[in-house]
């Protein structure tokens, strides 16, 4: 999903400290938040409001040790995919199971895949069936030996 045609929305400091807060534990009610922040429930309900409507918080969610659920085993697969079927294919690997994001690149590759799997077995399948897709040109996978930092939020 590309966000270079959208426009960036303007925020002020309350609007950032409820992001922040958020992003350290979405299930943080307003109402403490407004205690917190000395800003009324009411005020960062709109804000919240406003932030979805303008996309910048597209959902709410818990942060998953998937190691914990036997998914013990992460790969980085690089794709290059025939140029007039791109977003096609990006589409139908953003859909697989085991995919936890896609990215379009730029350079030798043209698609970074990363996913999770529970053993190598399914790891080969899954190439194996991804390497049956005639968009596919050739692919590079690397296996995470060690996850050093994996966590979606950055600092705002």
Known sequence: MSTNNKRNVDMDTVDRKLLIELLRDARTSLRRLSEEMNVSPATLHNRLTRLVQEGIVRGFTALVDYTKLGYSLSAV????????????FEREIASSDNVV?????VGEYDVVIISKF???????????????????????????????????????
């Open 77 to 88: 697969i690089m794709a290059k995919v025939d140029g007039k079927h791109l977003t096609e």
């Open 101 to 105: 994001a896609v990215y379009d690149v």
């Open 118 to 156: 529970k053993n190598v077995e399914d790891l080969d399948a899954f190439l194996k069936q991804l390497l049956k897709n005639p968009k596919i040109e050739r692919t590079y996978t690397s296996i995470v030996l060690n996850v050093v930092k994996e966590d979606p939020r950055i600092k705002i």
